[in-house]
């Protein structure tokens, strides 16, 4: 299965040194709920700033922001007729 455009070209690298850079730093927090790791007790994801663009500036996120906000998306897309690339 081909992989969604905005996980596509080069975002595994970019993502992979968005985490390993949150990683790094333990004062690192969430751009979305403000936690740091230590807080919030969960990995660190790549997050989409503009949720689903190719190509994108990516943020550290925690993984509990991350995936509620690509799970509403999904279902706001899926409710308004959404036709999937």
Do not use: F
Not at 34 to 41: P, Q, S, V, Y
Request: proline share 4%.
């Amino acid at each position: 299965m081909a992989k969604a455009p905005h996980h596509a070209g080069d975002y595994q690298v970019r993502a992979q040194r968005v985490r390993d850079q949150a990683n790094a730093n333990t004062l690192t927090r969430c751009w979305q709920c403000g936690r740091t790791k230590a807080e919030h007790g969960r990995p660190w994801h790549a997050g989409h700033v503009i949720d689903g663009q190719a190509g994108g500036e990516l943020r550290a996120e925690c993984e509990q922001c991350n995936t509620s906000r690509g799970a509403t998306l999904g279902n706001q897309r899926r409710a308004s007729g959404y036709d999937w690339p």
